[in-house]
């Protein structure tokens, strides 16, 4: 059985930078890893996720005008992955949730999408203040 728990977050001030973890246990298959975020009353969205095979370079995917801030990696050898969120803005608080499932084809165009993904972790709060 997969389990991501994660670790990190908080309250920061606008311009600063937060770390979050997700350790992830039970399967090795988990090449396909995410992040997205929850703000009450709204939606759940794609933040950025990376995606990675045997003998092949990572690939990372962000959302849109993120990339320049946030920095998704994962350290196989510990089943770890990170989101560094740098120069946060202010904005609505936000529950950040990891998730994860295995390979799947195009995963380039359907990253973004909530239902593809089968595990997630139980979510850590995100707060930017001005």
């Known amino acids: 059985r997969v389990q991501l728990v994660q670790s990190g977050g908080g309250s920061v001030q606008a311009g600063g930078s937060l770390q979050l973890s997700c350790v992830i246990s039970?399967?090795?298959?988990?090449?396909?890893l995410a992040w997205f975020r929850q703000a009450p009353g709204k939606q759940r969205e794609a933040v950025a996720a990376?995606?990675?095979?045997?003998?092949?370079?990572?690939?990372?995917y962000y959302r849109a005008g993120l990339e320049d801030r946030f920095t998704i990696s994962h350290k196989p050898g510990k089943n770890t992955m990170t989101l560094q969120m740098n120069s946060l803005r202010p904005e609505v608080p936000a529950m950040y949730f990891c998730?994860?499932?295995?390979?799947?084809?195009?995963?380039?165009?359907?990253?973004?999408?909530?239902?593809?993904?089968?595990?997630w972790g139980q979510g850590t709060q995100v707060t930017v203040s001005s």
């Open positions: 998730a994860a499932r295995g390979w799947v084809a195009q995963f380039g165009t359907l990253w973004s999408s909530e239902t593809i993904w089968y595990y």
């Open positions: 039970g399967d090795s298959y988990t090449s396909a």
């Open positions: 990376i995606y990675s095979r045997a003998g092949t370079t990572a690939r990372t």
